[in-house]
């Protein structure tokens, strides 16, 4: 175990939908980011909050948007999904603002969209 | 554009022996090279990292050996075992290191 936590682990949902993807950082880890995994484009950054505020963004669709609570958990929502759209996506947590000292994954939520 | 290229896609290392996996960067802004292991199910774990001022990094088995004017850095697995297969991604980041640019991933089969 990590001590990053992804639910739900697997999600199957329709095109035109919108979910969530919930992430529970490592204790004591400030920053979260989001990264999406999938056969053709590999592991992509997605988005990084460090204690509630947005840091850096990636190639996050206009579909996609995140946000970091008080409690440091994060959510990733996806909507207006497409068959493309499925993928493993990562959550990933840092003690401080970069990840000097590498990253802690969590083990992923499987979004298949049909 | 991909910044970082990795190389082979897959890899098939007969038990003691080495595995060597390549990973060539475009962008000389990079300052932070590591390598993660990432088993089926489970998500990318930090193996091995190294800095642009060292020329090689060694921890157990595991080996980083990073050429900063060819652009290039590499993973030496020694006595690989059986174990050892997985997925590996290079990676490299910038300053301020808050985004990764990760390799497209190398499969490792080591065969007893």
């Known amino acids: 175990d990590s001590g990053v936590t992804q639910t739900p682990k697997h999600l199957i949902t329709a095109t035109g939908q919108r979910v969530t993807l919930r992430c529970s950082p490592r204790s004591g880890d400030l920053s979260v980011y989001w990264y999406q995994q999938s056969l053709d484009q590999g592991l992509q950054f997605l988005i990084q909050?460090?204690?509630?505020?947005?840091?850096a963004k990636g190639n996050i669709l206009e579909r996609f948007s995140a946000q970091q609570f008080p409690d440091l958990h994060s959510e990733l929502n996806l909507s207006s999904l497409e068959l493309g759209d499925s993928a493993l996506y990562f959550c990933a947590s840092s003690p401080d603002l970069g990840a000097g000292y590498g990253y802690t994954f969590g083990s992923g939520t499987r979004l298949t969209v049909v | 554009q991909q910044q970082v290229k990795q190389s082979p896609q897959s890899l098939i290392v007969q038990k003691g022996g080495i595995s060597i996996i390549n990973c060539a960067y475009e962008n000389t802004a990079f300052d932070y090279f590591p390598w993660y292991q990432q088993f089926p199910g489970k998500g990318p774990a930090l193996l091995i990292a190294i800095r642009p001022d060292v020329s090689e990094k060694k921890e157990g088995r595991f080996t980083i050996s990073f050429n900063k004017s060819a652009k290039q850095f590499s993973l030496h697995i020694m006595d690989s075992q059986p174990g050892d297969s997985a997925t590996y991604f290079c990676?490299?980041?910038?300053?301020?290191?808050?985004?990764?640019?990760f390799g497209s991933g190398t499969r490792l089969q080591v065969q007893p």
């Open positions: 909050y460090y204690n509630g505020e947005e840091r």
């Open positions: 990676a490299a980041s910038k300053p301020g290191r808050r985004a990764l640019t």
